[in-house]
C-alpha cells in the first residue's frame, strides 16, 4: 500500500507552565535562568513534614483556560498523587490531577479537548559531560528552581490528522494561550511542552491503531517533522508486515535517522516497563470547589480569543476566512491590521488593505511583528486609500511599500519624490502605448491574429516606461483601440 | 523531699501559675526537668536541650516557661529530628512544626525530643532504630507506642507535659500503659505542618499531661487553623479549663463491638467500675453498637500503610538524611531504603503499595475507604443519641518488652479501640482509671468533632472521683 493509504491518528497532550508569581504549592517565586536551587524551601524540597498549599493564581488561570478552551468546569475537582521514583521529584510523588481534573470535555479549533488539569512540574536534571541526555553523563544534578512550577496539562482527543495540522493547531493554541496572559508559551524555554500520541490505520477504518508517544520536540518545526518521521516509521513497520509496539519515544531533531530523514527516534521505554503510579488521592489538600466568584473573576479576565476573532473578522469586516484565520491566530498582524484599517476609515475595502499587509507586507517582513517595523499601520492605510483612488497603480504601489519597509515614512511623500503618480491624462499613455506597439511587430501581428495573450510584452514595455505608474486596464483599452480591434 | 523534687510534683499548670506568681524562676524549672531528662534511664528522650533558653517566656506567657518534650517526628529548626529511623539519622531540619512554634512562643520551651516507634508506627516503641522505651511502672515492659518517649517521660516526672501524635491509638494507648492522660484530637483541630507524616489523612498532635487539666491547657494553644496546612480548621471555641463535679445528665455510649471479646480481665474489671463512677455521678449509661467497628483494623491497615507507602518515597537517599553508596541510582535507592528503614516500616510500605496497585485499588484501598466511611456513619448516628462513646483504651496494660514483637497482628490488636475513632476522625481522651497487677489501665471517651470542651469537661470529672495517684512512677524513675 502506499502511504496514503494509511490515515495517521494523532493526539496532543500540552503542558503549559502558568505565568503565576509564586509556585503551585509554595511561597516561592518562579524563575528562569537564576543560578540553581535560590529559589526553594522545605515545601518545594519535599523535606519531611512539609505540606502543600494551592496557589490560588493557578486555579485562577486554569480557569480562564478551561474557558477559552470551551471545557466543561468541574464544580469540585481533587488532586491526586502519582508516585515514581525519580530525583527530580523530592516527594517520590507529583501532585496531580486524575480522574476528577478542573477542566473536563471542551473544543479549540477542528480539535477537541480531552481534559485539562493542575499540575506540579518537576525539578529539572542536569546531566553533566557527555551529550547532556542522560547517557553517558558523568554525574547529574538537581536544580530545584523549576520544581513545583504550575502546570496546565491539555489532554486533546485523537482528532488531529497529519503533521502539519498538529503544528498548526498547537499555533492555535498558543496563541489563545498568550492572549490570555497565563503562560509565556516558549517552547525554547520549556514554558509549553508538547507530547504526540501518534498511530496510523488503514484510511477509511474507524479503529485505532497501537499509538507511542513521542516526546521532546521542543519547537513547532520540530513537532511537524517529528510526527512526520514517526508517521513514515510506523507505515515502514506495518508495510514490512511488521507490528506497532506501544512505546514511549525519544525525537531528536540534531541526528537523522536510517533512512536518512532529519530526525532520529529512539525508543525511551516500552510498555512492559511503564509505571504503576498507584494515584490515590493526596490526603495533604482538601477539594478544589468552584465558588461564583472563582468563575466570575476567570470570566471577566478573558480577552477576545482567536476562534472569535476570526469569526468576527469574516461575520463583521468580510475578509476570507484564510485571512480571518492568519490575523486571528497571529494577533500581531490582527493587531496591526485593526490600527490599519481604523486608519483608512471607510476609504479602504477591508479585505484590499488585509491583502496588502498579509501578501505584501508579511513577504517583506517576514516572521517579525509588522508593529515593530518602519511601516505604521497608517502609512499603508494610505497606501491601499490612493492605490483606491487610482491616484498610483499596484506595481507603483509595491515600490513605496519597498521604501517604506526600507526607510518609513508617508506614502503620499514618496510617490511625489519618486515620480509614481499614476499617469493622468490618456494622451500620455496612448504615445507610450504607441511607441510599445513600434517596438515588438512580432506581437502586434499576433494580436491582429487574435491571439490575446501577446499583450503581455506591450503592457510590460508600456509598465516600464511608466515605472508601474499605468492602469494595466487602459494600456489594454488603448492597445485594442490603436489596432482597431 | 528536695527543691527539684518539689518542683517535679507541681503540675504544669500549677507550674506555669508559680512562674507567674514570681515563686519560681523559668530557668530553674526548666533545669529542674532538664537533669532528670538527661539523666533518663528509660531511653525515653533522643536529645536533651543542654541548658535553658537563654531569654526566659515573656511576662505574659500563657504557659509560663513550662518545658516540653517533643515527640521526635516533629520538625524542630537545627534540632534533631529523626522520627525514630536510622533513614534520617542526624537530621537537623530548617525549620520547626507549626505547632511546636506555636507552644513556644506561648511559653513552653524546647526541653527535648522524645523516642518513638520508627515513623510512628507501633505500639510498643520496640520499632525504634534508637532502641525501645521502658515503662517507668515496670522497666521490663513496653510503654506503648508509638509516642512512647512522651508517654513515659511524663508519666516518670521527667517532662511536665509532651506533644505525640496519633495515627490510631500512638497517643491515646501510651497514656493508658503509662497512666497519664493523652489526648488525639479532631482531625484538623491542629496543624500537621512539621509533623514528620505517616498516614496523612489519619496523624494528628496531641498533649501528653499529668492530668486532665495540664492536658486542657497545653491543647488550647495548640489548636487553630494554619495557612500552611490546608486541612487544619479553625477551632470553633476556645479551649476551656475544665470543671464541674458531676456528669449529670451526660450520656455513655458503651459499644458491644469494642467492649467484648479481647479484653484483659483487670481492664474490663477497671471499665466496668469507672461506668458504675460515672453513673453515680449522674451519667446515664447505656449499650450501643459501632457496626463496623469489628472492620476499622483490617481498613486502617490499608489505608495507613497506603499513605505511608507514598509519604516515606521521599527517604531516598537523595537530598537529606541515610545515603548508602553505589555507583548507580537505582543501586543507591534500594540499598539506602534497605538499610536505612527498619522491619515494620518496611512491611506497612509493601503492604500499602500492594494496596494502592493498579488491578488492586478498588479491592484494598477503595473498599477500606468505604469501610471508614461507613464507621463515620457509625459514630455520627451513635452521637444521636449519645454524648460521648467510651471504651477501655487498650485492651491490655503494659506488655512485656519482646512479647509481641515475634507477631505483628497481635501488636496490631493493641489498637483495637481506638483505631475507630482515628478513621473517623474524632477526638477522643484516655484517662487513667486504675490499676490491674500494679499496671496503669486507661478508659477513652470519644466525642463528636470538635467536641474536645466536653470532652475534657467530662474526664476531668471522672479524674476527680478517680484519684487516680500517678506518682509512684516519678519517684521510681528517678536515680
Known amino acids: 500500500m ?189 514554558s509549553l511542552r508538547c507530547d504526540a500520541n501518534v498511530s496510523i490505520r488503514p484510511a477509511g477504518s474507524d479503529v485505532l491503531g497501537t499509538k507511542t508517544e513521542l516526546k521532546n520536540m521542543n519547537s513547532f518545526r520540530y513537532l511537524e517533522r517529528g510526527v512526520e518521521a514517526e508517521i513514515a516509521r510506523q507505515i515502514a513497520i506495518v508495510e514490512a508486515g511488521g507490528e506497532v509496539i506501544q512505546e514511549t519515544l525519544h525525537y531528536d531533531p540534531t541526528t537523522r535517522s536510517a533512512g536518512g530523514a532529519p530526525g532520529a527516534i529512539s525508543s525511551l521505554r516500552s510498555k512492559e516497563e511503564a509505571h504503576d503510579y498507584r494515584y490515590f488521592p493526596e490526603p495533604d489538600l482538601v477539594p478544589l470547589v468552584l465558588e461564583e466568584r472563582m468563575l466570575e473573576a476567570a470570566r471577566a479576565e478573558l480577552p477576545e480569543l482567536p476562534a472569535q476573532r476570526a469569526e468576527r473578522y469574516e461575520q463583521e469586516l468580510g475578509l476570507s476566512a484564510d485571512t480571518a484565520r492568519l490575523f486571528a491566530f497571529r494577533s500581531e498582524l490582527g493587531d496591526y491590521y485593526e490600527l490599519a484599517a481604523a486608519a483608512a476609515g471607510t476609504s479602504a475595502e477591508p479585505q484590499v488593505l488585509a491583502n496588502w499587509i498579509s501578501g505584501e507586507l508579511v513577504a517583506r517582513i517576514g516572521d517579525s511583528d509588522p508593529a515593530a517595523s518602519k511601516v505604521t499601520p497608517g502609512a499603508i492605510a494610505q497606501l491601499v486609500v490612493l492605490l483606491r483612488g487610482k491616484q498610483i497603480q499596484p506595481g507603483a504601489a509595491k515600490q513605496v511599500l519597498d521604501a517604506l519597509v526600507a526607510d518609513g515614512g508617508e506614502p503620499e511623500a514618496i510617490v511625489a519624490a519618486l515620480g509614481l503618480g499614476a499617469i493622468g491624462g490618456a494622451d500620455e499613455l496612448a504615445e507610450v502605448v504607441a511607441r510599445a506597439l513600434e517596438s515588438d511587430p512580432a506581437a502586434v501581428e499576433k494580436l491582429r491574429a487574435g491571439n490575446m495573450k501577446a499583450i503581455g510584452p506591450i503592457v510590460g514595455f508600456v509598465m516600464r516606461e511608466t515605472k508601474g505608474r499605468a492602469d494595466g486596464g487602459e494600456v489594454n483599452r488603448l492597445v485594442r483601440e490603436q489596432l482597431g480591434l | 523531699m528536695s527543691a527539684n523534687d518539689e518542683l517535679i510534683e507541681l503540675g504544669a499548670a500549677e507550674a506555669a501559675e508559680a512562674v507567674r506568681a514570681g515563686d519560681v524562676k523559668p530557668a530553674e524549672l526548666f533545669d529542674a526537668y532538664r537533669e532528670r531528662a538527661a539523666a533518663d534511664e528509660l531511653n ?112 516518670a516526672g521527667l517532662a511536665p507535659w509532651a506533644l505525640g501524635t496519633d495515627t490510631g491509638g500512638s497517643i491515646r494507648q501510651p497514656a493508658a500503659l503509662c497512666g497519664i492522660v493523652g489526648l488525639k484530637p479532631t482531625y484538623g483541630a491542629v496543624s500537621r505542618y512539621g509533623l514528620i507524616a505517616f498516614a496523612s489523612s489519619l496523624d494528628q498532635a496531641g498533649p501528653f499531661a499529668r492530668d486532665v487539666t495540664d492536658a486542657a491547657l497545653l491543647f488550647r494553644h495548640m489548636v487553630g487553623q494554619d495557612e500552611l496546612d490546608s486541612t487544619s480548621l479553625a477551632f470553633p471555641e476556645p479551649i476551656a479549663l475544665p470543671d464541674g463535679a458531676d456528669l449529670t445528665g451526660v450520656r455513655l455510649g458503651v459499644p458491644e463491638e469494642l467492649t467484648g471479646e479481647g479484653i484483659e480481665s483487670g481492664v474490663r474489671e477497671a471499665f466496668s467500675a469507672t461506668i458504675a463512677l460515672a453513673e453515680q455521678l449522674g451519667a446515664s449509661v447505656e449499650a450501643c453498637h459501632l457496626p463496623h467497628a469489628p472492620h476499622a483494623l483490617s481498613a486502617y491497615y490499608l489505608i495507613a500503610p497506603a499513605e505511608a507507602s507514598s509519604n516515606l518515597a521521599r527517604y531516598d537517599g537523595v537530598r537529606y538524611g541515610y545515603r548508602a553508596e553505589a555507583d548507580d541510582l537505582l543501586t543507591m535507592y534500594l540499598r539506602t531504603r534497605a538499610e536505612g528503614f527498619g522491619a515494620e516500616v518496611k512491611r506497612r510500605i509493601m503492604l500499602g503499595t500492594y494496596a494502592l496497585s493498579s488491578g488492586y485499588y478498588d479491592a484494598y484501598y477503595g473498599r477500606a475507604q468505604k469501610v471508614r466511611t461507613k464507621i463515620a456513619e457509625d459514630f455520627r448516628s451513635a452521637f444521636e443519641r449519645f454524648d460521648f462513646i467510651v471504651t477501655p483504651t487498650s485492651p491490655t496494660v503494659a506488655f512485656r518488652l519482646g512479647e509481641k514483637t515475634a507477631d505483628p497482628l497481635s501488636m496490631y490488636l493493641n489498637d483495637f479501640c481506638t483505631v475507630p475513632m482515628s478513621l473517623a476522625g474524632i477526638p477522643a481522651i484516655s484517662i487513667p482509671n486504675g490499676l490491674s497487677d500494679g499496671l496503669p489501665v486507661g478508659f477513652q471517651l470519644a466525642g463528636p468533632a470538635f467536641s474536645e470542651n466536653r470532652l475534657l469537661r467530662a474526664a476531668y470529672v471522672l479524674e476527680q472521683a478517680l484519684g487516680f495517684d500517678g506518682s509512684q512512677a516519678r519517684g521510681g524513675a528517678e536515680g
Open chain 2, 44 to 155: 525515653a528522650f533522643t536529645w536533651v536541650a543542654d541548658a535553658a533558653p537563654v531569654e526566659g517566656p515573656a511576662a505574659d506567657a500563657p504557659l509560663g516557661g513550662v518545658p516540653l518534650a517533643v515527640k521526635d517526628l516533629f520538625c524542630t529548626e537545627g534540632v534533631p529530628s529523626q522520627a525514630g529511623s536510622r533513614i534520617l539519622a542526624g537530621y537537623r531540619p530548617p525549620y520547626t512544626a507549626s505547632v511546636v512554634a506555636r507552644l513556644a512562643a506561648a511559653g513552653t520551651p524546647l526541653l527535648g525530643k522524645t523516642n518513638q516507634d520508627e515513623f510512628a508506627m507501633g505500639s510498643s516503641n520496640e520499632n525504634s532504630a534508637f532502641g525501645p522505651v521502658r515503662n517507668p511502672w515496670d522497666r521490663e515492659r513496653v510503654p506503648g507506642g508509638s509516642s512512647g518517649g512522651s508517654a513515659a517521660a511524663v508519666a
Open chain 1, 2 to 190: 502506499s502511504a496514503s493509504a494509511y490515515e495517521p491518528v494523532i493526539g496532543l497532550e500540552i503542558h503549559v507552565q502558568l505565568k503565576t508569581r509564586t509556585k503551585m504549592f509554595c511561597g516561592c517565586e518562579l524563575s528562569f535562568g537564576d543560578p540553581p536551587n535560590t529559589h526553594t524551601c522545605p515545601v518545594c524540597l519535599g523535606l519531611p513534614g512539609a505540606l502543600p498549599v494551592l496557589n490560588a493564581k493557578a486555579v485562577h488561570y486554569a480557569l480562564m483556560v478551561g474557558m477559552a478552551l470551551d471545557c466543561e468546569l468541574t464544580p469540585r475537582s481533587i488532586f491526586h498523587r502519582k508516585n515514581y521514583f525519580y530525583p527530580d521529584s523530592p516527594k517520590g510523588y507529583q501532585i496531580s490531577q486524575y480522574d476528577i481534573p478542573i477542566c473536563g470535555a471542551g473544543r479549540l479549533g477542528d480539535v477537541r479537548i480531552h481534559r485539562a488539569h493542575l499540575e506540579e512540574d518537576a525539578a529539572k536534571l542536569i546531566h553533566l559531560g557527555g551529550t547532556g541526555r542522560i547517557h553517558g553523563a558523568s554525574e547529574s544534578v538537581v536544580d530545584f528552581n523549576r520544581g513545583g512550577t504550575p502546570l496546565v496539562e491539555i489532554v486533546t482527543e485523537p482528532d488531529v490528522r497529519s503533521a502539519a495540522q498538529a503544528r498548526e493547531w498547537l499555533t492555535l493554541l498558543r496563541t489563545t494561550l498568550r492572549q490570555l496572559g497565563v503562560s509565556d508559551v516558549n517552547m525554547d524555554e520549556g
